[in-house]
């Protein structure tokens, strides 16, 4: 494997923030540590893409942000700073647009396409109107209104005929194009004279496209291409050189856009729409009856087919050209578990780029573990942001919090069952087409085989929902070379259970047993085996996306108990973790994957890590939260709103909102609210006032989505307006900035007390994502305070100016008066500067130490005395080279808010137990004090400046 980051900084790249505006930061990333870029991806993009994730066009980088120039620019400054490439690569899904020209291409070409099979389309179903036609579902209304509205409208330009529906444009076949100009050509022909050389042209044009007619499906040739690029130049030539073939085009045009007036027109573009090699239709459709994979149910973005040679060397080509130069050296493979097959593609990634340090956007569920035989170096770090989360999240209340959310918000308690319940939902409603497609692969090889022969369609249908609905993991990997026990074991257990709960499929369940079964399939013949991989890896294909919307997209917006846990790859029904489980999880992964990313933030999480820090405060005080609670509701009681006979927010909601105002709320807003009630004009119109209005309006955005997400009481594709204001306007009434607001005054104690609070799980969460096994990874923005929601709130603009200037203030003074500094960032930790602070210190020291950082092994440390349950300690060694990492935790019970966790007074007894086989004397990397203890180590002396430590001996 090439060469290892120190630390990553994603990078989210967009119109507003562009290869420039990074050239202009590396320098400033350089001096807080970070060794990499880990960029989002940079392949041209749809116009105005804020992502990168709807691709267009692999073989270009995208000139939004900067093109080729502004990318070679880039990595000049990358180089100088000494510094690596880590690029977000997506070979799963494009755009479905007509911006993507080889989309376009096979609109025109269907089956006699360069690129017919680069798409992943089942060409072959078997509903008849969707045969042979890719479905395009971007309708507004049902295809028939569309069309007879004139809202569907025939266009042409440059690039030839083509029908446009408001922004969107489809292009014609090359062979209708006959159609179109024979439809009034009679009119022309008053016009023009036999002879005359443009209607000569245009009556050669007419017998290309005839010719073109006769060729056989299939037929692919470089001939084809070069005869509709002629007749796409000259019919362009023709319409801008002679007045009377272009009244004639645009008369044509006119007449056949004139539908509601024009009977005749609505039948001529039913026939030539029905002629193309795509089928118009409304977006809901796609729910039901769908031909084409979907990034997740996404119909905009329409899925690749890795497993077709061509296809890869495609999408791959200028991603190994940009290795080869050595610009990029790293990978991060978006969505692993959409691809057919995983683990070949990984390999022949693995061959083509010479085996660049890559990582895979893989969610593991708890105890899970990515294939032994997939070569990488791990995961993006999911696994490691939820087990470092648990450890702050108090295990000892589960049961206080499981009654505390019952009585107030009714929630249900079974989270695996609401789980199951949104899965299922998501597989009959919004994800039947794709479930569809698997029954019906299925029911074709149960009717050859004799049990499986009397299984009906809709039996199949039912207990494919059932599995997939049941299914406690993403995806499995067998496919026909490599299998793995612990697959198998997920197919029979969820099998078992299903078998339990729905006795009347139990021939279908066996069926689908005998599907998954390893050694039926090896005895196959050749053909057959080959269909019942197919079908198995498409089951597989299916189980990932179905658990990211009815999981991630659902369920952690419906079980509400304690939000930190409600976390891409999370447990929200494990509340909490005991220490030991850490240290597990970090000699696994320091023997199996010791250079598997460690995050704490994406771009893809539910909230930022800081909110995440504060919210799991509430875990260590459940009394004072359901009185809090309570409280709140009383005073919030006026501003529901009834909507539909039911007052809105409901508990539940209610109870989510809560937490969630408790863990973005801004610091600062006591101040404000004092200067309103001393009549402070001048407050109304300050920056934080503008500050908090901001933070109001991102709250009402965030809770629409999230009730959407929920899909309860409104959803994306039903959406109740009246619901939504009634939430919104809970948001505004409670959040009013009003020096009178009961609730406010009320919230404020309590709030500035879970801050407080999670400032200290911020530090430690980052001491010990710098210091574990893995590579540490910082999202944008997040060196300050991440008080950030789910996407869009999580991508808004980092102000990286202001870091710099405190990065290099903080630098300049830790060199003159550590102590002193260290003091001041303590008093004004709301700043966040003491964040930056603590990033910067830990990542230079795994800079100096990268051998005992990327190589080291693993020691859990013990802890004695009277608050051992509040410090997660463990060490590192590296020949005689040995780190100490030492993290409080759970301090509600150890000092008063406004007190700072330090000195032998709070930590009393408190002592860490050094391994034997290390020298003294140690020095705090962050601090920089010196401690002289051989064999026991007081927590009191370790935390005399600062509330986290690591120490490295012989420095």
């Known amino acids: ?516 079964d390893p050694e039926f399939v090896d005895g196959l013949p050749e053909e057959d085996r080959s269909e019942w991989l197919n079908a198995i890896m498409r089951f597989q294909q299916l189980t990932a996306p179905l658990m990211a919307k009815g999981f991630e997209d659902t369920a952690l917006y419906v079980y509400n108990r304690l939000l930190s846990l409600n976390e891409v790859g999370g447990s929200p029904d494990r509340f909490g973790i005991h220490a030991r489980v850490f240290h597990e999880f970090n000699q696994r992964r320091r023997a199996s994957h010791p250079h598997s990313m460690s995050t704490t933030s994406t771009h893809d999480t539910k909230r930022g890590e800081d909110v995440r820090a504060r919210i799991n405060v509430l875990s260590e005080v459940p009394g004072e939260w359901e009185r809090r609670l309570r409280v709140w509701s009383k005073l919030n009681a006026g501003f529901k709103t009834v909507v539909d006979g039911k007052r809105v927010p409901d508990p539940n909601v209610e109870y989510a909102l809560y937490q969630t105002i408790l863990g973005a709320f801004p610091f600062g807003v006591d101040a404000l609210l004092s200067d309103l009630a001393s009549r402070r004009k001048e407050t109304m119109a300050s920056p934080r006032a503008d500050a908090y209005e901001d933070f109001v309006d991102r709250m009402k955005a965030y809770a629409v989505k999230a009730v959407r997400e929920a899909k309860t009481h409104t959803s994306w594709l039903l959406p109740d307006p009246d619901y939504e204001s009634a939430v919104t306007s809970f948001i505004e009434a409670v959040l009013r900035l009003d020096a009178e607001n009961r609730f406010l005054r009320e919230f404020l104690p309590f709030q500035k007390k879970i801050a407080f609070f999670g400032v200290w799980n911020s530090l430690s969460q980052v001491l010990l994502k710098t210091a574990s096994p893995g590579v540490p990874d910082f999202y944008q923005g997040t060196e300050l305070w991440d008080l950030n929601l789910v996407d869009p709130d999580n991508r808004r603009p980092v102000d990286f100016a202001q870091r710099e200037a405190l990065l290099n203030d903080i630098i300049a003074r830790a060199d003159e008066d550590i102590l002193s500094l260290m003091a001041d960032l303590l008093a004004a930790k709301e700043d966040g500067r003491v964040k930056l602070f603590a990033i910067h210190r830990a990542l230079g020291a795994r800079r100096r130490k990268a051998g005992l950082f990327d190589e080291g092994t693993y020691v859990p440390l013990k802890v004695k005395g009277k608050h051992r349950g509040s410090v997660i300690a463990f060490a590192r060694r590296h020949g005689e080279t040995w780190s100490i990492a030492v993290a409080p935790r759970f301090l509600v019970d150890l000092v008063k808010e406004g007190d700072l966790p330090l000195g032998k007074a709070v930590w009393k007894d408190t002592t860490l137990v050094l391994p034997p086989l290390c020298r003294e004397p140690w020095e705090d990397a962050i601090s920089g004090q010196i401690l002289a203890r051989e064999r026991f180590l007081p927590v009191g002396e370790v935390f005399e400046h600062f509330p986290a430590a690591l120490l490295i001996n012989g420095t």
């Open 1 to 516: 494997m090439k060469p290892v980051p120190t630390a990553t900084y994603r990078i989210q790249f967009g119109p507003a923030f562009t290869f420039q505006h990074l050239k202009e930061v590396v320098p400033f990333l350089r001096r807080m540590g970070i060794s990499c870029i880990y960029a989002s991806p940079i392949f041209k993009a749809r116009r105005g893409s804020t992502h990168g994730y709807d691709v267009v066009d692999f073989s270009e980088i995208n000139p939004e942000l900067g093109g080729r120039e502004g990318f070679e620019s880039l990595m000049d400054e990358i180089r100088r700073h000494g510094m690596s490439w880590l690029q977000d690569m997506v070979p799963n899904h494009m755009a479905y647009s007509a911006q993507n020209r080889f989309l376009v291409d096979v609109g025109e070409n269907g089956p006699n396409s360069r690129y017919f099979d680069f798409f992943d389309v089942e060409w072959d179903h078997p509903y008849e109107g969707i045969r042979g036609r890719v479905l395009a579902p971007f309708l507004g209304s049902f295809y028939g209104e569309c069309l007879e509205k004139g809202e569907i409208q025939l266009v042409f330009d440059e690039r030839g005929f083509a029908v446009r529906y408001y922004d969107m444009r489809f292009p014609l076949r090359i062979e209708s194009y006959a159609d179109l100009l024979t439809y009034r050509l009679g009119s022309l022909r008053g016009k023009l004279p036999p002879d005359e050389p443009d209607f000569i042209k245009l009556h050669g044009i007419l017998g290309i496209l005839y010719v073109l007619r006769t060729l056989p499906s299939g037929a692919i040739s470089d001939e084809r291409y070069d005869q509709i690029r002629f007749i796409k130049i000259m019919l362009w030539e023709l319409c801008n050189r002679n007045p009377e073939i272009r009244s004639f085009m645009d008369e044509t045009i006119r007449v056949l856009n004139d539908r509601p007036a024009r009977e005749e027109s609505v039948r001529f573009m039913e026939r030539l729409l029905g002629d193309q090699h795509y089928r118009l239709a409304h977006w809901k459709v796609a729910a039901e009856e769908i031909n084409y994979r979907r990034f997740f149910n996404i119909n905009e973005l329409i899925s690749l087919r890795m497993e077709n040679p061509k296809g890869f060397d495609y999408v791959h080509s200028l991603l190994l050209e940009l290795i080869e130069e050595g610009s990029v050296s790293g990978l991060r493979i978006d969505h692993i578990d959409g691809l057919f097959d995983p683990s070949r593609y990984l390999t022949k990634l693995h061959e083509s780029t010479g085996g660049v340090y890559t990582v895979v956007e893989k969610i593991l569920a708890f105890g899970e573990s990515i294939p032994e035989f997939w070569p990488v170096a791990g995961t993006t770090g999911y696994d490691f942001l939820n087990i470092v989360n648990g450890l702050f999240c108090d295990s000892r209340n589960a049961k206080v919090f499981d009654r505390i959310y019952s009585r107030f918000a009714g929630g249900p308690l079974s989270f695996d069952g609401i789980v199951f319940e949104q899965k299922k939902l998501i597989a009959e409603r919004r994800m039947a087409g794709d479930v569809e497609n698997l029954a019906h692969i299925i029911k074709k090889i149960s009717d050859r085989y004799m049990r499986g022969s009397d299984l009906t369609m809709l039996g199949i249908r039912r207990a494919v929902v059932q599995v997939l609905a049941r299914f406690p993991v993403y995806r499995t990997y067998f496919n026909g070379n490599s299998f793995r026990p612990e697959d198998r074991e997920f197919i029979r257990s969820t099998l078992e259970r299903a078998r339990e709960e729905d006795p009347d499929l139990v021939h279908e369940f066996h069926f689908l047993d005998q599907l998954h």
